[in-house]
């Protein structure tokens, strides 16, 4: 099975930072890496797919990168409404994995 | 537009059974693959159970495997997961979403299965 390590697990960041958050895979998964936000009581919300793909609607603060084993989610300018919990998906192969997630909070 | 909506959840004592259901509309439903999606109260997300459009390719994590069945009825636009022999772990939120490789996105809200004696 493919495991997905997501660092770090929190952090505490202030409106206007730049907060990168990395995943890494246990093998090789090409770009099959989508990345999502998710915010108390609600759903997940794909943010970026295939690694570095903008999800239609999603704000161009958010970028993502990597390929291979390690891939990085860019937030570059930490805004109010971003607070919130983000997660790795892998689905290169089954069994599909997350990542741990990484909760973002205000500083 | 498009709606995924689940329901079925419920307590359920542990080693008990539950059936969910997933209803499916403002798309093409038999031409797209789908999954299932869990969380547990306070932690992270984790795959449950994946079934290809025409229910030819179906897998499971390992943690429901032997005791959980997906499957899906095209003509009725729906979704399920038979939950058996469930234990205090299974206790979750759980999604229905489409298609991870799509170029969309779609979950549905979630339904909340309980267990506990």
């Known amino acids: 099975d493919i495991q997905m390590t997501q660092s770090p697990s929190s952090l505490s960041a202030s409106v206007g930072d730049r907060v990168t958050i990395t995943c890494r895979a246990s093998q090789d998964i090409r770009n099959e890496l989508d990345w999502y936000q998710q915010k108390p009581g609600k759903a997940p919300k794909r943010l970026i797919l295939l690694a570095s793909n903008l999800q239609s609607g999603v704000p161009s603060r958010f970028g993502g990168s990597g390929s291979g084993t390690e891939f990085t989610l860019t937030i570059s300018s930490l805004r109010p409404e971003d607070f919130a919990n983000y997660y790795c998906?892998?689905?290169?192969?089954?069994?599909?994995?997350f990542g741990g997630g990484t909760q973002v909070d205000i500083k | 537009e498009v709606q995924l909506v689940e329901s079925g959840g419920g307590q359920v004592k542990p080693g008990g059974s539950l059936r969910l259901s997933c209803a499916a509309s403002?798309?093409?439903?038999?031409?797209?693959?789908m999954n299932w999606v869990r969380q547990a109260p306070g932690k992270g997300l984790e795959w449950v159970s994946f079934?290809?459009?025409?229910?030819?390719?179906?897998y499971y994590a390992d943690s429901v495997k032997g005791r959980f069945t997906i499957s899906r009825e095209n003509a009725k636009n729906s979704l399920y997961l038979e939950m058996k022999t469930v234990r205090a772990e299974d206790t979750a939120l759980y999604y229905c979403?489409?298609?991870?490789?799509?170029?969309?996105?779609?979950w549905g809200q979630g339904t909340l299965v309980i267990v506990s004696s």
């Open positions: 403002g798309f093409s439903f038999g031409s797209y693959d």
């Open positions: 979403a489409r298609d991870f490789s799509s170029i969309d996105d779609y």
């Open positions: 998906l892998q689905h290169r192969a089954f069994p599909l994995t």
């Open positions: 079934i290809s459009s025409s229910s030819r390719y179906i």
